[in-house]
């Protein structure tokens, strides 16, 4: 354990570099690993300034990672499979225990907030704040059996906001992580952090989200998840080494907006429970896929042809989920690329969320994914990332390619639009605890 001001000499000394270097110098550059170093230093420095701690409080530094979705677009709400991993972008916070009975977290840029211990029921004032989140983790954790103790937080992100990297999984982990290091004995695991923070998000936050986001975010590394049972996914690592594919992970910011798409996401839940219920299930992973093609002509005609294409993107995507992740735990980067790929046409295609029918003017994605194929000739892989319709699309870039790739998406949307990333092997962690 260190004091405030111990951590902060440590990390400026460069104790700590190899801790830092694994999550956040994957590229093996002395620069990535400065700027880990300065941006860690940088929030013990602002802790300590925001909360005067006791010289002798045990201080630690946490990660909660992005996540990125790889494989299984919009089959985790039909109990199927799905691949995702975390990135090296994340929420950084230096916490310690204040010896009171309320947490203080202050988010760099945005107001402090307080939660007092004394009662974690849900409060309806705080429903889509961080406030809610951090009172939800907090009440699962003692409903665990766990007693808590008040701490201290400042906390940095760097996660992209819009990008379908999930902040508010990654800040869920990060609360969880927090919690665990300090009134857990670290006795949590990362699938249990994860189901934490999904608890916190629907129940106190009030987002009825799956399990994706937060797995991705905990677990670490490519994570295949299965959710035939959503109270009990069965979750296995894809161990690969994607700094040895040759390729880089991009995340292009389209510019267009989320907003006003409630409908068109609930479009595709609707529509998909639709097929499943015609054959008297409620997902459509209990629907055997060779019943869903035997009654094809009939689906079309009780449920509309954009439910049977959805229904039949599931059944595709699902099931290239699990290939995928198979590609990687064999080493076969190129099955791999060649899966994305089909991915992205089926979403395209078949489950039709690049664009919305509620405003056919905008169709950034399709658009950027256009140039992309272009740029990328006949190389890597392309594809809409997350839920879509707006947002931002993913593509895995030969390395030897990667800077006109760059270039020509910033030329098309402007700077700072296409991000580097990698998928970092370590999940929501005490870095330095």
């Not at 896929?289 to 449920?303: I, Q, V």
């Not at 947002?391 to 998406?409: C, W, Y």
């Amino acid at each position: 354990m260190h004091t405030p001001t111990q951590l902060l000499q440590t990390l400026s000394d460069g104790q700590h570099d190899q801790a830092l270097a694994a999550l956040y110098a994957l590229d093996g550059t002395k620069e990535s690993l400065d700027k880990a170093r300065s941006r860690a230093v940088h929030v013990v420095q602002r802790f300590i300034e925001e909360f005067s701690p006791s010289p002798e409080a045990a201080a630690a530094l946490f990660s909660g990672p992005g996540r990125t979705e790889i494989g299984g677009n919009h089959t985790d709400h039909q109990h199927g499979h799905v691949l995702c991993g975390s990135v090296d972008l994340d929420m950084l916070a230096c916490a310690a225990p204040n010896g009171l009975n309320v947490i203080r977290v202050q988010s760099e840029g945005y107001p402090a907030l307080e939660v007092s211990l004394d009662s974690l029921l849900p409060r309806e004032e705080e429903k889509n704040t961080s406030a809610a989140l951090v009172r939800g983790v907090a009440s699962k954790v003692a409903e665990l059996g766990y007693s808590l103790r008040g701490f201290d937080a400042y906390v940095t992100s760097n996660v992209l906001s819009g990008s379908g990297l999930s902040s508010s999984a990654a800040y869920e982990v990060l609360i969880g992580n927090i919690l665990n290091h300090l009134c857990c004995d670290n006795a949590l695991d990362p699938v249990e952090i994860a189901k934490i923070g999904q608890y916190a998000e629907n129940v106190y936050f009030g987002k009825p989200c799956g399990l994706m986001d937060q797995m991705g975010s905990s677990v670490g590394g490519a994570v295949a998840i299965d959710f035939q049972d959503p109270a009990s996914p069965v979750v296995r690592r894809a161990d690969y080494d994607f700094s040895s594919s040759g390729h880089a992970l991009c995340i292009v910011d389209t510019a267009s907006s989320h907003g006003d798409l409630t409908d068109d996401y609930a479009d595709i839940t609707r529509e998909m429970g639709a097929v499943a219920a015609y054959f008297g299930q409620r997902f459509l992973r209990d629907v055997p896929e060779n019943d869903f093609r035997a009654a094809l002509p009939a689906l079309r005609k009780a449920c509309g042809d954009r439910a049977v294409l959805r229904a039949l993107h599931y059944y595709e995507d699902d099931r290239r989920a699990v290939e995928e992740a198979d590609a990687l735990a064999q080493g076969d980067f190129s099955r791999f690329l060649a899966l994305v790929n089909e991915s992205g046409l089926s979403s395209s295609l078949h489950l039709q969320n690049t664009w919305s029918i509620s405003d056919p003017s905008q169709q950034a994605i399709p658009v950027v994914l256009a140039v992309g194929r272009e740029l990328l000739n006949g190389t890597g892989a392309i594809r809409v990332h997350g839920g879509g319709f707006a947002g931002t699309i993913q593509a895995f870039v030969p390395n030897e390619g990667l800077a006109s790739f760059k270039d020509g998406m910033e030329a098309l949307l402007g700077p700072g639009k296409c991000h580097i990333l990698h998928i970092r092997p370590q999940g929501g962690t005490a870095i330095i605890g």
